[in-house]
């Protein structure tokens, strides 16, 4: 068995918890995935306009998603001084949108769905949906449990796999 804690809710961030998760989930195991803080927005039921947010993150270099293939195949480092220009999270966020969809990958929607067909227990951590003002009706009806720490510790403690994303 694996849970998961799922703690942010960018772009870039959603894929590593919906990956394992289905991945997980498709070999067999049982899957519980707790959403909490800005991971409970992954939960909502659009999830179109997820964003990359590159401002602080230096392990991340952009290729292109467009081009010949020597301007696609350098890792652009891209300076914090122009990572805080406005504008430009829309700018990487539809880059890496670009990539994605060029290089056949799944996008969040699909990989959250791929997750709830594999049996994954989509939990909502309730301090967090009380916390920020949301309604249960903001998420989708597969999400069955929300709940506090109390409650999702011991999950954890009797998983195999627990993982902090």
């Known amino acids: 068995s694996m849970t998961i804690i799922a703690t942010k809710g960018?772009?870039?961030?959603a894929y590593p918890p919906f990956i394992l998760a289905s991945t997980a989930a498709a070999l067999g195991w049982n899957v519980s995935m707790f959403f909490t803080f800005y991971g409970l927005t992954l939960l909502r039921k659009d999830i179109s306009d997820l964003h990359v947010s590159p401002l602080g993150n230096p392990a991340m270099p952009m290729k292109?998603?467009?081009?010949?293939?020597?301007?696609r195949s350098v890792a652009w480092n891209i300076p914090s001084a122009v990572q805080a220009v406005?504008?430009?999270?829309?700018?990487?966020?539809?880059?890496?949108?670009?990539?994605?969809?060029?290089?056949?990958?799944a996008d969040i929607s699909e990989l959250r769905s791929l997750s709830i067909e594999a049996g994954v227990k989509l939990i909502g951590c309730q301090m967090t949906v009380d916390l920020f003002g949301f309604?249960?009706?903001?998420?989708?009806?597969?999400?069955?449990?929300?709940?506090?720490?109390a409650t999702f510790?011991?999950?954890?403690r009797d998983a195999d796999v627990s993982l902090f994303i």
């Open 10 to 13: 960018t772009l870039d961030w």
């Open 64 to 71: 292109m998603p467009f081009g010949p293939d020597w301007f």
């Open 86 to 105: 406005p504008g430009f999270e829309a700018v990487a966020t539809t880059l890496m949108k670009q990539t994605i969809k060029n290089k056949g990958v």
């Open 135 to 149: 309604k249960h009706e903001d998420f989708l009806p597969e999400v069955t449990e929300y709940v506090g720490a």
């Open 153 to 156: 510790l011991p999950m954890a």
